[in-house]
Nanobody
Framework: QVQLVESGGGLVQPGGSLRLSCTASGSGSIFSIGTMAWYRQAPGKERDLVAT???????SYADSVKGRFTISRDNAKKTMYLQMNSLKPEDTAVYYC???????????????WGQGTQVTVSS
């Protein structure tokens, strides 16, 4: 069973930093991991794309986080990270990771989601 497990959320003051992690478990069944991404959803709002990283390491960011957030991945650890600096109250949201994973069982790429981790930016 493949799962994405997130960690690293919490409460931070404006201007502070947090690093989120997202690890794919069930490694014995994972053939490959393609594009990975972070999304976030604030109360009463839709889930928005924050940043993506391809299997080759190419990255892209939402305009609202450019220059403040950095997405990266460690393929050996099957883990993706989101380093968040200069956090603002408007960054408060539940952050979700998403990954396209191909399993040995069917060699078909499918999208998987993590359970979400809360990030609260407040003084």
């Amino acid at each position: 069973q493949v799962q994405l497990v997130e960690s690293g959320g919490g409460l931070v003051q404006p201007g502070g930093s947090l690093r989120l992690s997202c690890t794919a478990s069930g490694s014995g069944s994972i053939f490959s991991i393609g594009t990975m991404a972070w999304y976030r959803q604030a109360p009463g709002k839709e889930r928005d794309l924050v940043a993506t990283v391809t299997g080759g390491g190419d990255t892209s960011y939402a305009d609202s986080v450019k220059g403040r957030f950095t997405i990266s991945r460690d393929n050996a650890k099957k883990t993706m990270y989101l380093q968040m600096n200069s956090l603002k109250p408007e960054d408060t949201a539940v952050y979700y990771c998403k990954a396209y994973i191909t399993k040995y069982s069917d060699y078909t790429s499918k999208a998987y989601w993590g359970q979400g981790t809360q990030v609260t930016v407040s003084s």
